[in-house]
């Protein structure tokens, strides 16, 4: 698949909010990536040195096949295609500094392979906010995801990103990522798996 454009929502769980120090609010958080970020499976990640930590998010990642402007929440997941689990890797410390002084996040969310991709899987309509995923580095138990925790549904994402972009084929959405983020060290092997979609792991160098 060609990806488009990367949506990315952030603060989507209410226990990883907490964990940043954020407070639960109706804001709707976005931002995004280019396409050049994506990592396929089978390459290695190749962390950022220098730039302080490398934050591993776990991600329900879902593509869209367009769809336009002003989509209806109700009608929003007729236009998703694919279902997979990506990372949103993230420099946590450079994003700290950036919060701090009201700079973009780009640099700390926009570098080279700052979004790895599993397989993508065709969505057949199962529920998206009943999906589980977990996130291990070295076999150890990192996230685990329940998308039924998420502050803002699928749906709900498609039809406030489509109130500011006609949404376009290829476009893919991180629907934010659950607690339990963490730094990621060279030599690390990070698995993403759930039940329904599948099992991705990338080497970190
Ligand atoms: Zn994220």
């Not at 701090?100 to 309509?125: I, M, V």
Request: glycine share 10%.
């Amino acid at each position: 698949m060609d990806v488009n454009r990367i949506f990315c929502i952030g603060r989507n769980y209410a226990e990883h909010i907490k964990e940043l120090g954020n407070t639960p609010d109706e804001a709707f958080v976005l931002f995004m990536k280019p396409a050049s970020c994506v990592v396929p499976l089978g390459e290695s990640l190749t962390l950022p040195r220098g730039k302080g930590s490398v934050h591993h998010e776990a991600e329900l990642v879902v593509a869209l096949t367009g769809g336009g402007a002003d989509i209806a929440e109700a009608d929003a997941l007729t236009h998703v295609s694919h279902l997979t689990l990506g990372l949103d890797l993230t420099l946590r410390d450079l994003q700290n500094a950036l919060k701090k002084n009201g700079s973009p996040w780009e640099l700390s969310k926009a570098f080279d392979q700052a979004a790895p991709l599993g397989e993508w899987k065709a969505y057949h309509g199962q529920d998206l906010q009943a999906l589980e995923f977990t996130c291990r580095v070295n076999g150890a138990l990192r996230q685990h995801g329940k998308t039924g925790d998420m502050l803002f549904s699928v749906a709900r994402q498609i039809h406030i990103l489509s109130q500011t972009w006609a949404l376009r084929d290829g476009d893919i959405l991180y629907t934010g990522t659950p607690s339990g983020v963490g730094p990621l060290l060279p030599g690390d092997r990070i698995a993403l798996e759930s039940a329904d979609i599948g099992r991705f792991e990338w080497n970190c160098v």
